[in-house]
């Protein structure tokens, strides 16, 4: 990866690392080119295995490399690769480093795409897949095989928002000799730098808070540079790599994450202290309420806090259903960590093919929402959340 100057702040890598200021450009210009002149340089680099050579913009491009570099200052990643979406990043990892009769431990309430590849793809190609508690690090060592090869959680569980211990993870991973691969959508290194924990690998859709303003999808996968190097080749092959103008967008919307995630987190803590109280919400998922049990554990591992929160509404899925149609300012769609506020409900969007006694056992009782906080005024976000409680009645 380009150099980097790792002793600045957050803020400072958030603004200037990896920004590319070809001819004077404050701005990283978008390089919409599918491919490049070839001269000796970039003949000696296909050579040599291509990773960091401008030859072909699916093996990488001037915006890739820009905004791989500011998510591998961020993170702390030695190297990184970017993708088309989220999916392709968690796809191409897991396909590219996993082979016929390997063995890997997740959590059935990781990203329903990602539990889609894992039951339904996965084992096509003989990947077995064990489930186990990410709340509960012991319950993946007991899971662990003779071939397993890879533990793979997230940071902050969706829709219940429950927090992986990383550092435990990280201990049983280092003591079996196996892979530790985190999905930090949720919280981003603002809050959270898995790579410090102990990850090998941390990956992200791109299209939540990293790219900010909902208007870009996209993946990444950061870490050891000899895993980032072997995935770059399965990148190449199964060819899920980004436009350079989504690229473009993703480097854009990271130069305010130091600025907008405070203000989420902020947003979001509010809320949830608000909705405690309201009588029409019978109980609210989010770490940073002192009431909550995983209060402690968030303080470790996210200590910043985060815009996600979920609730449950009286009257069950019907009221819930009502509470979304209600608002005025929020916005009723699925997806997460954008400027503007978006609520949805799991029983009709990701957890719509899910039984509905399983979605209880998981903590999804009826008249659960889900609300990723925007960075609007709070008061305005509040009287909107009111005015709809209320109308439920
Ligand atoms: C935690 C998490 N990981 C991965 C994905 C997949 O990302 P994408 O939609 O960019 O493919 C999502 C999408 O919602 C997600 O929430």
Redesign the pocket.
Known sequence: MGEENTDTGFATKTIHSGTKHIEGAVNTPIFQSSTYKLNEERYAGWAAGAQHTLLYARLSSVNSDAATEKICALEGAEDGLLFA????A?STTLLGLLSSGDHIVAAPDV?G??YGLMTEELPRFGINVSFADMTDPASYEAAIEKNTKMLYI?TLS?PVLKIADIPAFAEIAQRHNILLVI?N??TTPWATKPIEMGCDLV?H????YLGGHSDV???AVVGNADLISQLFIKKVHFGGSPDPHACYLLERGMRTLHARMPLHASNAHTLATRLAEHPMVSSVNHPMLKSDNQYELATKIMPNGTGMLAFTVVGGDGAASKFLSGLQLLFEAT??GGVESLVECPFNTSHMFVPEEVRIAAGINPGFVRMSVGIEDVEDLWRDIEQALNSIR
Do not use: H, Q, R
Request: hydrophobic letters at 30%; glycine letters at 18%.
């Open positions: 979406s989220g999916m392709a968690i990203y795409g990602t997230e969706n999905d959508t949720f990956i859709s791109t299209t939540k999808i996209g993946g997806s997460l």
